[in-house]
């Protein structure tokens, strides 16, 4: 761990040295619900970075704003140098910045390797009219398919390739959507609460792919409840509460933060927070 | 009861243009529902859209025929971009409900009594197959199969409409292997997947929908060829049912699915028909008909194919859900 070793000041809105993503004054209301409030917050380049809160705390809202999703009301992120204002999902994609979703997307009645294929970026073949001429794309969708076997095996589902991602377990299902994910090189990878549903055994796994997306040099934002996690993967907490950042830090310094106790106590008094007890 | 007439009229319905009209009509409803998922209840405007843009520009105007075929491309193209536009970002339903409402808009307008210097209205047009006559190289009284006489317009038309499906169909099946028919099959199971890997949905579904619609057009062009009239009543929401009916029996999202399925559910009925018809025939030799006439007779048999027909297909959902060439795996994990 001491390799990622962060030193940003622990108050929320802190400045990094090399942030990846900035969120400056994000607002979105649902009718009178203020759900998303964010003031200003950075996200680490090559970081593993948690973002916590309590249920309601607007953690997934504020995920579909940076993934262009939802549209906030005001205010802007901007992700490698652009802004993001407006910017249609699936050109936030193209961008660099994939998602995954809490109730996993596999593509059921599609087989697994399909559904890896999918994943690839810039695919000749995905145009109307080249699609027509397999020489067109054959040698390219090669490539994706040796690509999409290798990740497959990375993440242990390569004895499931030619069986539909419906027939997966929900942990597999999350293996899937996060090497579907990796077809397409991103950058930065946003995983919402990648290990809701996954059993003890597939979590140590799953553990170790989240830090290998680190090693390979990518970005990594995931929303967790599970507070033992966020202590042994993430490099920097950002914690929600009410659609705004009360808190940011190591998971040490958010462990004996009063104001995250207090927000989780609020509503959670046996939310075991992680920390040193 | 002659079997043979009955049969070989039964086969011949199954396969005759006609019948390619079906075909070609279900095939693009299996583009938008069997492969994207979008919910298109207006079929049956897409082949009307086809239908007149063939006969209007023809019968009223004296187009040569490769300019109606454009405007038929062009014409089918538009009302794609007019159902899809306000709707396609909108959640499934909404598509549904718009294209049954413009489908059904399209139809009362043909059959307007104000519109019908262009229209035809009610009666329709006729007089607009003449260059598909001139290209016919059978001779006009054409041949008999098996006990079945088809004309040689009738025989080009089935031909030719074979030919033209033939391309259509590879068309759509290689499309469907392809990376682009992927796409179409991730939106089909969750439009945001598709989204969150960087795939343009509203574009791959405009897409689908205007060659879907397209196909359809086509489907309506050769409807009114065979019948050489182009009538509204053609066009009502029951053709977009009987296209359903056609690609469910048939197997959704199969290549194979609306071709088969059309043969099975036109057979069905024209069997049902023509048997029916026959069994309830007096002659004057002969005054008591095969069926007693407190069952079933001459004035009454014409609905009851419908009854076989929805029958069958109750059965057959039962007994195999997924259609004729569906893949049961699938089928299991359908859980919208």
Not at chain 1, 71 to 97: E, L, Q, W, Y
Not at chain 1, 98 to 115: G, H
Not at chain 2, 264 to 282: K, P, Y
């Amino acid at each position: 761990m001491s390799a990622n070793a962060v030193n940003y000041e622990p108050v929320p809105g802190s400045a990094k040295d090399d942030a990846i993503l900035v969120v400056d004054s994000v607002r979105r209301a649902f009718g009178g619900l203020v759900a998303v409030d964010v003031a200003h917050v950075e996200v680490p380049r090559n970081k593993i970075t948690a973002l916590i809160g309590p249920n309601g705390a607007g953690k997934t809202t504020f995920f579909n704003l940076l993934t262009g999703f939802d549209t906030p009301d005001t205010g802007d992120c901007v992700f490698n140098g652009n802004s993001m204002n407006g910017i249609p999902a699936h050109k936030v994609a193209r961008s660099g910045m994939i998602r995954t979703f809490q109730l996993t997307k596999a593509l059921s009645r599609m087989s697994v390797i399909e559904n890896m294929r999918l994943g690839a970026a810039d695919q000749k073949g995905e145009s109307f009219w080249r699609g027509v001429f397999s020489p067109l794309w054959r040698t390219q969708e090669a490539a994706i398919t040796t690509k999409a076997e290798e990740l497959l095996a990375r993440f242990n589902l390569a004895h499931m390739r030619d069986e539909l991602a419906g027939g997966l377990s929900g942990g597999q299902r999350k293996l899937l959507e996060m090497a579907r994910a990796l077809m397409a090189e991103p950058e930065m990878v946003m995983l919402d609460e990648p290990m809701a549903g996954v059993n003890p055994a597939l979590k140590q796994s799953l553990l170790e792919h989240i830090k290998a997306l680190r090693t390979e040099g990518r970005t990594v934002l995931f929303v967790e409840h599970d507070m033992d996690m966020v202590r042994e993967i993430s490099d920097w907490v950002i914690v929600m509460a009410e659609g705004r950042i009360i808190a940011e830090g190591t998971p040490d310094d958010i462990g004996s933060n009063q104001a995250v106790v207090d927000a989780y106590l609020g509503t959670h008094h046996d939310v075991d927070l992680g920390g040193p007890q | 009861m002659s079997w043979d007439l009955i049969l070989s009229n039964s086969l011949y319905t199954a396969v005759s243009a006609n019948a390619i009209a079906y075909m070609l009509v279900a095939l693009g409803l299996n583009v938008h529902f069997g492969y994207t998922g979008l919910l298109n209840f207006g079929q049956a405007g897409f082949a009307a859209i086809g239908a007149y843009s063939l006969s209007i520009p023809i019968s009223r105007y004296d187009w040569p025929w490769p300019f109606a075929l454009a405007l038929l491309l062009v014409s089918s193209i538009l009302l794609a971009l007019l159902l899809g536009i306000p709707t396609l970002r909108l959640r499934a339903d909404y598509l549904a409900i718009v294209t049954i409402a413009i489908a059904e808009i399209i139809r009362l307008f043909l059959n307007s009594v104000r519109f019908t210097w262009l229209t035809g209205g009610n009666d329709g047009l006729q007089g607009f197959t003449r260059w598909m006559e001139n290209l016919n190289p059978f001779p006009e009284n054409g041949v008999t199969l098996w006990a079945q006489k088809v004309d040689g317009y009738r025989l080009w038309l089935m031909l030719s409409g074979w030919v033209l499906l033939t391309i259509v169909a590879t068309g759509v099946y290689l499309l469907m292997r392809s990376p682009w028919g992927r796409v179409l099959k991730s939106i089909r199971e969750d439009e945001d997947a598709a989204r969150s890997l960087g795939k343009n949905v509203f574009a791959y579904k405009m897409q689908s929908l205007m060659l879907g619609g397209f196909i359809g057009s086509l489907g309506g062009m050769w409807l009114v060829l065979d019948k050489q009239s182009s009538q509204p009543q053609d066009f009502s929401t029951t053709f977009t049912f009987f296209a359903y009916t056609i690609i469910i029996l048939g197997g959704v999202a199969r290549a194979k699915g609306p071709i088969i399925g059309t043969m099975i559910f036109l057979f069905l009925i024209q069997f049902v028909d023509i048997t029916l018809q026959q069994a309830t025939r007096t002659t004057p030799t002969d005054p008591t008909p095969l069926l007693p006439t407190w069952l079933v007779d001459q004035n009454n048999f014409s609905q009851v194919r419908f009854i076989v027909a929805g029958l069958v297909l109750a059965i057959l959902v039962v007994v195999r859900p997924q259609g004729i060439f569906g893949d049961k795996r699938e089928q299991a994990f359908d859980v919208r």
